[in-house]
């Protein structure tokens, strides 16, 4: 499906790309994917509507590892395992490091758009674990 149809306008010079449904159920709420790069470093453009985020994952790695998310446009959240949530605004740049349990989405008014740079490792693999629920999220706002 084209996200145009949906309201969705390209956001940044990358493009939105469609419907993110390889992911969906790790999903809540709607989001859309575009493959920028496949070889050499793994780039995906991840684009949350408002009040979209995925659930809580670990980017497990033997070596090396982790994720990179580079703000591209709108606001959004991050938040690891035990950590306050870190508001994100375009040109911001986070670290994940490889075993940091963490989740990634937009704030409940804005949506948000990043590029996911998946870090070179050994024997990488992602741990899909449980949502995160509209209680903790609906906590976030008024926070910065
Ligand atoms: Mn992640």
Known sequence: MDPRDEGVKEMSVFPTGGANE????????????????????????????????????????????????????GEGWYQAWGEPARRLRPGDVVHIPAGVKHWHGATAGSWMQHLAIEVPGDDCRTEWCERVCDEEYEKLEGTK
């Open 22 to 73: 390889a992911y969906a159920r790790y999903f809540t709420g709607k989001s859309y994917l575009h493959m920028l790069s496949q070889e050499q470093v793994v780039i995906g453009n991840v684009t949350f509507e408002p009040g979209c985020r995925n659930d809580w994952h670990i980017h497990h790695a033997a070596a090396g590892g982790g994720q990179m998310l580079l703000i591209t446009a």
